[in-house]
């Protein structure tokens, strides 16, 4: 070999290719970035790339995957052309014109290769432009949710000798699932599942605690206990079980409980374990009772609102044209409720984040197991003008208690001065918006049922006599958001009001 005869050894010759070995190792190890973008039946993913600390995608590789795009390149910009919207992107600038809307970017829009590259903190606004429809952006974790694709999980933690936590999807998972003593780690590539709260820990003997994180385009789910830990799966890869690894001694197991069907479209239990049946069962037409003043947060646990989008399913509430419901309006501005209230930093549940029948027992009974620490529900109507801000009409006096539970029809008492003030608090903030706001005190359903601080909104046309076409504008609809996210956040600040 040449290389020995000028010096070179063997050793380090071995020394070398092994370096470069490594190196081609870590080169097809390092994880590429990337977004995964989840529609209701389907989910792709887009390549990530990053120039100047800002993250960008190639704005033609999401695009093409709701339709032809027509591109249409100037000297210093790009048009992208999609189901007859039209966007126009300047390098360098950081703003974009999508149809008669703006949108204000964190980082400049660039043009490389005859593409637009866009900032990924503000695609959600790019695409929700282009197709008229929500979309959810997890910046972090790189994760997109299109339509109300976003899947809420339930965690249930049954509490006995050997506990038992019960994971409920709303559609079959199949994750990759790993373990390590007393940890088993779920990890979701391809599912849109979404939890919302970064960590709960439990008091139990078996089970310490539940973590949830996104990352590249991933979920992954850490549960961790004092005692090695198995997964199963049930209900056609609907349910997941947590438990206790079998000791080997055993030689049969003990059937497990039937465990009751989850109530469809709920937030995910936060640590709350319905009483079991028989002696010391929760009394039938009670709820527990929610500590009036705000219990220190476990192991970072945070304050939620759950956010109510009324109707829905099989109940489409007020009929707006053919085309046009209740449900879907409210939806959207549910939707723009949550984007706003994460940009004053506080965190948000979507009781329904897709066309869901639920009951009003059932909405109250989420709010309440999920011990949510402020209720919004949203309906819509033609009549009359801006918006209705209600609130239960229920006496503040405090109701009679069956033991540590409410009754189920007076539950919002102690809540109701918290939910009055905040409600005046929306209707100040709305009015400076230019809008018209009033606040009242009505029977609207559930409200009376909810241990919580608890509003009702009711968003009727920017003036007398507007239409449907009113009602859907997103300049409306933002405008009613931002000011009911403001109240929230400074209502926040005020000592004894929110949590």
Not at 241 to 255: E, N, S, Y
Not at 343 to 362: A, I, W
Not at 380 to 388: D, E, F, I, M, Q
Not at 416 to 428: D, E
Request: charged fraction near 15%; hydrophobic fraction near 45%; aromatic fraction near 6%.
């Amino acid at each position: 070999m040449p290389w020995i005869k000028q010096g070179v050894t063997r050793r380090t010759l071995v020394c070398i290719a092994g370096a470069m070995f490594l190196l081609l190792i870590k080169s097809f190890s390092a994880e590429e970035k990337r977004l995964t973008v989840y529609l209701p039946q389907t989910n792709f993913q887009v390549p990530v790339t990053e120039n100047a600390a800002h993250e960008y995608v190639r704005l033609l590789d999401l695009l093409e995957h709701f339709g032809d795009v027509n591109l249409k390149a100037e000297k210093f910009s790009i048009k992208l052309k999609l189901a007859g919207v039209e966007g126009q992107f300047v390098d360098g600038a950081q703003r974009a014109h999508i149809g008669r809307a703006t949108i204000q970017a964190d980082a400049p829009f660039r043009i490389a290769d005859g593409n637009v590259l866009a900032p990924v903190s503000v695609l959600d606004q790019l695409l929700g432009t282009y197709i008229k429809k929500p979309v959810e952006l997890h910046a972090s974790g790189r994760r997109m949710f299109v339509d109300g694709a976003a899947a809420i999980f339930v965690a249930d933690l049954k509490r006995s000798e050997s506990s038992t936590l019960q994971l409920k999807f709303p559609l079959a998972v199949n994750p990759t699932i790993s373990t390590e003593g007393g940890r088993v780690r779920l990890t979701f590539s391809h599912e849109p599942v979404v939890f919302y709260s970064n960590a709960i820990a439990y008091q139990d003997k078996l089970i310490s605690q539940l973590t949830f994180s996104e990352q590249n385009g991933t979920a992954q789910l850490d549960i961790t206990g004092t005692a090695p830990l198995m997964a199963s799966f049930s209900d056609g890869g609907r349910g997941i079980a947590i438990a206790a690894v079998p000791a080997p001694q055993k030689a049969t197991a003990t059937a497990a409980s039937p465990t009751p069907p989850p109530v469809t479209g709920t937030a995910p239990a936060a640590g709350v374990t319905p009483a079991p049946a028989g002696p010391g069962a929760t009394p039938v037409g009670t709820v527990p009772a929610a500590p009036t003043s705000p219990a220190p947060a476990a192991n970072g646990a945070r304050f939620f609102v759950m956010i109510d989008a009324a109707h829905g399913g099989d109940e489409p509430g007020a009929k707006f044209t053919e085309q046009t419901m209740e449900k879907d309006v409210v939806l959207i501005l549910a939707h723009r409720l949550r984007a706003e209230l994460q940009s004053h930093g506080v965190n948000s549940v979507m009781l329904r984040s897709s066309d869901q029948t639920l009951s009003t027992e059932q909405r109250a009974v989420a709010a309440n197991t999920q011990r949510a620490d402020l209720y919004i529900t949203i309906h819509a109507t033609l009549a009359g003008k801006g918006v209705r801000v209600y609130t239960a009409m229920q006496s503040s006096a405090a109701p009679l208690q069956s033991g540590p539970f409410l009754p189920w029809s007076s539950a919002q008492s102690p809540f109701v001065g918290r939910s009055r003030n905040l409600a005046a608090a929306v209707a100040t903030e709305i009015g400076g918006k230019g809008l018209s706001a009033s606040n009242l005190g009505a029977a609207v359903a559930p409200l009376n049922n909810i241990a919580a601080p608890a509003l009702a909104l009711e968003v009727g046309p920017r003036g007398l006599g507007g239409g449907v076409d009113s009602l859907e504008k997103a300049t409306y609809q933002n405008l009613i958001a931002q000011a009911v996210a403001t109240a929230i956040a400074n209502q926040r600040a005020k000592p004894g009001e929110l949590p």
